[in-house]
């Protein structure tokens, strides 16, 4: 994907984040099971397994061209 000023640019990050959170954000909102939520670096900065696939799918579609 080429970062640029033409008018379709814009529509085709929102297409992309639009998909990645049907996919992997959505499920899972107010649904989380037991485990899927852990600490990183201490006890106030959390992470689910929705914000991990969320991210593996967002470098997937961003480094596609």
Do not use: C, Y
């Not at 929102?14 to 499920?27: D, F, G, H, W, Y």
């Amino acid at each position: 994907m080429t970062i640029g000023k033409d008018a379709g640019f814009h529509d085709h990050v929102v297409e992309i984040l639009r998909q990645v959170a049907a996919a992997s954000i959505l499920p899972r909102f107010n649904r989380l099971a037991e485990g899927d939520v852990r600490t990183k670096t201490h006890a106030g900065d959390l992470v689910t397994v929705a914000d991990e696939e969320a991210e593996i799918l967002l470098a997937e579609k961003f480094s596609t061209p």
